[in-house]
Structures are given as structure tokens and as C-alpha cells.
């Protein structure tokens, strides 16, 4: 069975840094490009950040430059660093294979006051 067990959101102030930790299990970790989402309260879920097999990355606008997504493949762990948080950022976010989409986690919850 595939799993996806995010972990590392909480509480933080606006200007402030979480990273974000997704273990992943029972896929190639290695040969699959990854990603993570979030989903706002009375929103649609969205695209934040993307990582391929090269470690080529991709970002949603609101996030370049302030979010950094990378992988470990021995650990079959994929991280998002966001920095210079903002109220906008809260949301709960998820991390699942970029190109298939069935099995998402229960996700962690970030949430940034002003």
C-alpha cells in the first residue's frame, strides 16, 4: 500500500520559518516526481511546489522564492523549507506523487498569524 505521513506544521508568527517533512512508503521513491499541495479553509487545493527525479524544482508563484522543496531518496522523504511565512501560507498541506494522484495523506496543518 502506498502511504504519504506529513509531518512538522504548527503555529507560527508572520515573517517565520516551518519545514515540512513527507515520509513516503510502498512506492520507488526514487523514480517518482514529487509534490506538495495545500488547502485552505473554503478553497480549492493547489499546486505549491514540485520535484523531480533530477531534483529539478517548480514553484507556484505566491511561494517562489520564499519556499524550498527538496528530497532524500535514502530516506524516501520529501521536505518543503518555508520561510518569511505569511497568513495567506495557513493551510493544510499535503505531499503525494506529482502524476498520480490517489492517495493523498491526512496532510499537516500550518497556520501563520499576523
Known amino acids: 500500500q502506498v502511504h504519504f505521513v506529513e509531518s512538522g506544521g504548527g503555529l507560527v508568527q508572520a515573517g517565520g520559518s516551518l519545514r515540512l517533512s513527507c515520509a513516503a512508503s510502498?512506492?520507488?521513491?526514487?523514480?517518482?516526481?514529487m509534490a506538495w499541495y495545500r488547502q485552505a479553509p473554503g478553497k480549492q487545493r493547489e499546486l505549491v511546489a514540485e520535484i523531480n527525479i533530477f531534483s529539478n524544482t517548480d514553484y507556484a508563484d505566491s511561494v517562489k522564492g520564499r519556499f524550498t522543496i527538496s528530497r532524500d531518496n535514502a530516506k524516501s522523504t520529501v521536505y518543503l523549507q518555508m520561510n518569511s511565512l505569511k497568513p495567506e501560507d495557513t493551510a493544510v498541506y499535503y505531499c503525494i506523487t506529482r502524476y498520480d494522484l490517489r492517495w493523498w495523506g491526512q496532510g499537516t496543518q500550518v497556520t501563520v498569524s499576523s
Open positions: 510502498g512506492i520507488t521513491f526514487s523514480a517518482k516526481a
